[in-house]
């Protein structure tokens, strides 16, 4: 069965299914959601396979655990490549004047997001297993957002959402820097300068500014003839996009804290 067809056949029986429970799109774009889920972790076990031949001597001493965050960043490092810059494209490219913000649908865009929903399920399923719960957190509510983009919901104005990845690759190759013997090096301060400059446009301002406009589009009063907001969906939406700009601004801290580590030598 080719990818056509699959995909056709997947549509045929998930269809009425997620047509019950809202996701009136999802079921197009099932099966890109599960070869991006498939595609992760297979990433991850290539990178298991190949980066200790890459880097025989740094990783031969590494424990199991820093040996499975080493994969984890390999594959968040190719996911905020991809992700980022397609949802920037899409963003930039979508007029407000011509396209429903808040109901509105477009194909490509709901591919877009059936790679990274592939991605997050991947991420919370390992953050659960390795990391804290801030990062479980993290990826659990992304996941379930990116979810309501398939009824669809808030499609348009979520990418904003996905182009907080793009400091992402700057802080996955911080982290490879450590473990490969730069620690403090100019290179990593160079990386470091990016990666601040990126998140802090990124996430603490272009990410505030889009969570404002969002949480403000949710609780406009409903015109005559237009479609509702569930409340329930107003203060999910309200309640996560706090928590992620709270999250964000918490590891912003914890990023200068390492940093400073690096680069600021303190007085004796």
Known sequence: MD???????????????????????LSVHIV??????????????????????????????????KRVQWD????????????????????????????????????????????????FIWDSIQSLRYEGLQFFVHGFVAAIANTFV??????????????????????NIHWFMDKLGMTGSKAQLINAVFLLSSYVS???????????SMIHTLWQPSLAGERAIPFLWK??????????NALNYFWFSKMIQAIRKRFVKEKV
Request: charge should be neutral.
């Open 150 to 171: 398939w009824h669809p919901f808030l499609m348009f104005d979520g990418l904003g959402v996905l182009i907080w990845e793009a400091s992402t690759p700057f802080l």
């Open 3 to 25: 990818g056509t067809n699959l995909s056709v056949a997947a549509k045929h029986y998930t269809e009425p299914f997620f047509d019950a429970i809202g996701l009136h799109h």
């Open 32 to 65: 890109t959601v599960l070869r991006s889920l498939l595609f992760w972790f297979s990433l991850q076990l290539l990178s298991a396979g190949i980066s200790p031949r890459l880097f025989p001597r740094q990783l031969s001493t590494m424990s199991a655990f």
């Open 72 to 119: 984890m960043h390999v594959v968040a490092l190719v996911h905020s490549c991809i992700v980022a810059p397609t949802a920037l494209y899409f963003w930039m490219t979508t007029d407000p004047q011509k396209t429903d913000m808040v109901f509105g649908y477009d194909y490509y865009v709901g591919q877009l997001y059936a790679i990274s929903y592939g991605y």
């Open 202 to 212: 990124m996430r603490l301002v272009l990410g505030v500014y889009i969570s404002y």
């Open 235 to 244: 203060f999910f939406y309200t309640g996560g996009l706090i928590t992620l």
